[in-house]
């Protein structure tokens, strides 16, 4: 098992950037591929961007492609997203989430979840 805790939302304007983060302890962080997924009220859970262990491979849905950069650092154990040119829709809950083996974009597929952290666009 890996524990996670996101931090990093807040309230933005749009165009604006922040960057989230996503502190793992637990079994080794390494092994683990990562997602970060989305979900606004009255909405289902949406993927956002996901990472293999090794960081080669990086799906983006296309609503965030060009504009979201995941990435992550094994050694300090931690994964980030990087969102810039943000707009009014991406306001929503961000969680992140781990699991073995193959990077994935389907949620039920992770096995460990976060808290989640709040991202709210808005003038």
């Known amino acids: 098992q890996v524990q996670l805790v996101e931090s990093g939302g807040g309230l933005v304007q749009p165009g604006g950037s922040l960057r989230l983060s996503c502190a793992a302890s637990?079994?080794?962080?390494?092994?683990?591929?990562m997602g970060w997924f989305r979900q606004a009220p009255g909405k289902e859970r949406e993927f956002v961007a996901a990472?293999?262990?090794?960081?080669?491979?990086?799906p983006y849905a296309d609503s965030v492609k060009g504009r979201f950069t995941i990435s992550r650092d094994n050694a300090k154990k931690t994964l980030y997203l990087q969102m810039n040119s943000l707009k009014p829709e991406d306001t929503a809950v961000y969680y992140c989430?781990?699991?073995?083996?193959?990077?994935?974009?389907?949620?039920?597929?992770?096995?460990?979840w976060g808290q989640g952290t709040q991202v709210t666009v808005s003038s």
């Open positions: 637990g079994r080794t962080f390494s092994d683990y591929a």
């Open positions: 989430a781990a699991k073995l083996l193959l990077t994935t974009t389907q949620a039920r597929r992770y096995d460990n």
């Open positions: 990472i293999s262990q090794s960081g080669d491979d990086t």
